[in-house]
């Protein structure tokens, strides 16, 4: 029998193949999906979704069915500790979960479990014609090369081995866990950064409590011990609660401690307060170390994610959101390949951008875990660190607030920064303009490899204020933002030139335009020209005076909906005459152009000038990675 061919076999029903799978199918991707498991997460496991995450999920439209879920939110994080002198704990202070001098959307963390988050994603796999196998598990796997365009062959088997099934495919992708049958066969090591390990009991349930912050995210450590108190959805809560260390004299990493011993133990911990447990959902002890897969693929065929390749501490709370950027960092890539507008090098920026991430994750979290083990912060420390709105202030800058302010940065997602390659232009990039912008040089805010700044605007066609940076979804386009500043002759003509080069034969964009453009639906408002571009245009101007079809050539017009007046103040510029130029760092006078990848991420900022020069620069930023770059410049190596 012939095997079939798929563009992707994804095994293993987490956060990352389920991320994975969801972008792919929407993008109209053949998908083999398997999991062990013969149905979602019914309990437990992963439980919070940071600030950037929630973006993420709302930029993919899944926010709002996430929230129907009523999960618990946390906003702030409570300290108790033992009490000077006396018997018990009291409370030292409490900070923000998510500080003022983050520029978040969502200043908290959302809690509820796996399953809740895991079957979101599930519905709209199926929306989009993809439904899981389960429960099937992967029985082994070959790049032999013998089909060019699927070299893959995957086996598999229903659990019980009374099925099999052969299949070949374009690429293999590991979301399996900790326990990778795939990783084990790549025969990819996992690097354990601290040698100090733990075993943690953890325990979801609904409790009767006279203890006053049982609804907020607690970090308790008394004479008896420490635990931490995770709110969840419907009146539960998480205790996390340190069993053993591998620095204990009697050191098991396979100690077993009984639901009952875990619950003894914080009550101790508790004292004077009391709890008891209506109910037990899910309970569980498990070893913990920090560690990191050596390689998250070999061939860029087939790839690895999630806690596959990283595992740490449940301190920083971030295994799954880590899995979501590397499942998205990995769907707009194979997308872009595939479909012909990227060179194939373009897969090894994955390892590249997401294995750097992983390293800093773990080194954060291992600074941060001895320091706090080391010595509790005061209540004045805590309170400097919760009041610091600005990251430049040197003063009262002790270890403790620096490593606050970089655990927030981690926690809430907006930490994440790419190194400088051909995606993220810096001064060193192989292609270089007198155009370009740069954090570095001070001639804007923004950082290529960082989200952009968020900023609200006034939506042109309807008055509808907005979110900038949430407009155009996650849909594989990159976003081309146009800082138009103030309108004037000038701007008007920069405009008028950027788009008449624009659509020059040998620009960067002509190539990717639609076969079907002129049959388009008008309605269309994000890719009615290509569908790896979307364009959208920020004037520094008050919506009344905005004329769309006076101050726009018609190509840009037809972006009516991404239209914006720049005139909704912001607290952080306050006294700005446009926020959204200012946060960004551009003068309302002049104007500049901003490319974010399809995942949010800066790719180069240039000014907007008179004359072909702000085309040719993106052509030669484009023509490094892309396969038909613009000016007939070959593709660079990523």
Partial sequence: MVPENYDIVIVGAGPVGLLLSTCLARWNYKIKHIDMRAEPTPTGRADGIQPRSLDLLRNMGLKRAIMENEPAKVYEVAFWDPKNGQKGIHRTGTWASCPAFIDARYPFTTLLHQGLIERVFIKDMEDNGVHLQRPWRITGFENDGKDITYPVRVSMTYVDGKETEEVRAKYLFSGEGARSFVREQLGVKITHKDPIAHVWGVMDGVVRTNFPDIKMKCTIHSDAGSIMIIPREANMVRLYVQVASSTDADWDPRKQVSEQEVQEHAQK??????????????????????????????????????????????????????????????????????????????????????????????????????????????????????????????????????????????????????????????????????????????????????????????????????????????????????????????????????????????????????????????????????????????????????????????????????????????????????????????????????????????????????????????????????????????????
């Fill in 269 to 638: 911990i508790l004292a004077p307060y009391t709890i008891t447990w209506d109910r037990v959902e899910w309970f569980s002890v498990y070893p913990i170390g920090q560690g990191i897969a050596d390689r998250y693929t070999l061939d860029e065929r087939v790839f690895m994610g999630g806690d596959c390749c990283h595992t740490h501490s449940p301190k920083a709370g971030q295994g799954m959101n880590t899995a979501f950027l590397d499942a998205q960092n990995l769907a707009w890539k194979i997308h872009h390949v595939e479909s012909g507008f990227a060179d194939r090098s373009l897969l090894k920026s994955y390892e590249s951008e997401r294995k750097l991430i992983a390293e800093n994750l773990l080194n954060f979290d291992a600074a941060y875990a001895k320091l706090f083990s080391q010595r509790q912060p005061s209540a004045g420390e805590v309170g400097a660190a919760s009041t610091q709105t600005s990251p430049d202030k040197p003063a009262e800058e002790n270890e403790f607030i620096k490593m606050f302010k970089a655990s927030c940065e981690f926690t809430s997602g907006y930490g994440v920064a790419y190194n400088p390659n051909l995606l993220n232009w810096s001064p060193s990039h192989p292609f270089q303009h007198g155009l370009f912008l740069s954090n570095e040089k001070k001639t804007t805010n923004l950082r290529t490899g960082r989200i952009l700044i968020p900023a609200t605007v006034t939506r042109v066609s309807d008055a509808n204020p907005v979110h900038l940076e949430q407009e155009i979804p996650l849909n594989g386009s990159y976003r081309i933002y146009l800082f138009a500043g103030i309108p004037s002759a000038k701007s008007q003509k920069a405009i008028a030139d950027f788009s008449s080069n624009l659509q020059k034969r040998n620009s960067f964009f002509a190539p990717y335009r639609r076969s079907d453009e002129s049959s388009v639906d008008p309605h269309e408002r994000h890719n009615p020209h290509s569908h790896f571009f979307t364009f959208a245009t920020i004037f520094a101007a008050k919506r009344p005076d905005i004329d769309i079809d006076g101050l726009l050539p018609e190509f840009l017009a037809r972006y009516y909906d991404h239209v914006y007046a720049d005139d909704v103040v912001d607290i952080r510029v306050q006294g700005a005459k446009a926020a959204a130029h200012e946060k960004m760092g551009f003068k309302i006078e002049e104007p500049a152009v901003v490319v974010v990848r399809p995942d949010g991420y800066v790719g180069c900022v240039a000014k907007l000038v008179e004359g072909s020069g702000t085309v040719d620069a993106l052509n030669g930023y484009f023509a490094s990675f892309c396969t038909q770059g613009g000016k007939g410049s070959e593709s660079a190596r990523l």
